[in-house]
């Protein structure tokens, strides 16, 4: 059998199942479930993977197997259907850039345990775009299985989904500022997005840029559903939708999805990744761009600090500074795109810069506020690549602090 031994020839691969499958939509989530003999009933440990979108390749392989087209179903498979799903998604283990988590599980975790307990029960779960309700207690219990970070994900791909298929339409402006407006896909992706959390999260707490606060639970969503209103409106694709869950342990999952690329930066408060084609990838932090992003759009009644250091031909000797007004430039930083990223200002429990922090934190970026203390001890950030890019913006920023203090 032919292997796909590079992403062009993965995507080539997931092409042909789609355009084969006549209606096909890909699922919003999937995954695929065993329930032992001995359990009476599917419960949320049956599923220890769940896709929150993401890994297409195995979803419309487990859908040209059983049949499946679009909407939320589950199926009850045979050994021989399981089998057969392993055998055509195979070739995208010759792909060694990323892991393949639904086939490993397929073939070295389901398959054994059909073999000890053949009665056992294998179901595979899809979930549509829209909600919609069903009886099957395998549906119920998948749901369930949900994982905060895959919530998380399921969200801001929701609010995401939005965004890019209004890109480039005549929107209507509201106002919040002379200087600062929503648009109709704002509004439209935080309502997508809270539909989504309600879902699966429905007594948590919600917070979003445009509707504000709901709930009282320990457990806070916190949503920005598009950073980068104005570049978006201008139809320059430089934007993020933002996600995070703040509970009393910290920010356990958070998710920057820039809708434009299809891109889903994202941490499960412990690692950070980036899911892209298909695949999640580790993000690997480093300076060697040598570009650091400045957050100018700040208080107006005093001196901020982005409009000073941008300004700085000191910054400019060590550094190419630049100026996206999103914070997706945050993630970038993570993601090694960014040397650094340095804003003014106060940050803790921003929708605007909780996912991002997050995401920086979890990657190994180092973190401060502009003193260089721990993050939210003082006003504003520096996130860096590394201890040494850190320093030396540590130094310049600190030219400007007192001026700005003393306004």
């Known amino acids: 059998m032919t292997q796909w031994k590079t992403m062009d020839e993965i995507l080539a691969a997931r092409t042909r199942f789609e355009t084969a499958i006549e209606g096909w939509t890909p699922p919003q989530a999937h995954g695929v479930g065993l329930r032992p003999s001995t359990a009476t009933t599917h419960e949320p440990e049956h599923f220890p993977l769940v896709n929150a979108y993401g890994h297409r390749l195995p979803a419309v392989v487990m859908a040209t197997v059983v049949g499946h087209k679009n909407g939320t179903a589950a199926y009850r498979l045979s050994k021989e259907q399981l089998e057969r799903a392993i055998e055509l998604i195979s070739p995208a283990e010759a792909y060694t850039d990323y892991d393949h988590p639904n086939l490993w599980s397929w073939r070295d975790r389901l398959i054994p345990a059909l073999d000890e307990d053949p009665e056992a029960e294998v179901v595979a779960v899809f979930i549509g775009d829209e909600p919609e309700e069903h009886h099957d207690p395998a549906i119920d219990a998948f749901r369930k299985a949900f994982p905060d970070e895959a919530v998380a994900i399921a969200a801001a791909t929701a609010g995401a989904a939005v965004v890019r298929k209004m890109y480039g339409t005549d929107l209507s402006h509201f106002d919040k500022s002379p200087t600062d407006f929503a648009t109709e896909a704002d509004i ?36 920005d559903p598009l950073c980068g209103t104005l570049n978006y409106a201008a139809q320059t694709p430089l934007a993020a939708v933002n996600v995070a869950l703040v509970t009393p342990d910290g920010v356990t999952a958070a998710v ?25 990838t580790v993000l690997t932090p480093t300076p060697r761009t040598r570009l650091v992003d400045i957050q100018c759009d700040g208080m107006l009644d005093r ?21 996206m007004s999103s914070t997706l430039a945050v993630a970038w930083v993570a993601a090694g795109r960014r040397a650094a990223y340095v804003t003014d200002g106060h940050l803790e429990g921003s929708v605007h ?27 504003g950030m520096i996130a860096a ?13 600190r030219r400007h602090l007192q001026p700005a203090d003393e306004a």
Not at 188 to 212: H, M, N, V
């Open 385 to 397: 690549a590394d201890a040494a890019t850190h320093r030396k913006l540590l130094g310049l920023v």
């Open 188 to 223: 439209a992706s935080e309502k997508a997005i809270r539909e989504t959390i309600a879902t699966y999260r429905p007594d948590d707490a919600f917070e979003g840029e445009e509707t504000g606060r709901t709930g009282d639970s320990e457990r806070r969503w916190l949503v």
């Open 303 to 323: 001196p901020f600090v982005g409009g000073q250091l941008v300004a700085d031909p000191r910054l400019r000797a060590e550094f190419g500074p630049r100026v």
């Open 256 to 280: 920057s999805a820039d809708p434009i690329s299809e891109e889903i930066f994202w941490t499960d408060g412990t690692s950070a990744r980036i899911r892209k084609g298909g695949g999640d």
């Open 353 to 379: 810069f909780t996912a991002g922090i997050a995401l920086c934190q979890a990657a190994g970026c180092v973190v401060t506020d502009l003193n260089g203390d721990p993050i939210h001890t003082g006003r």
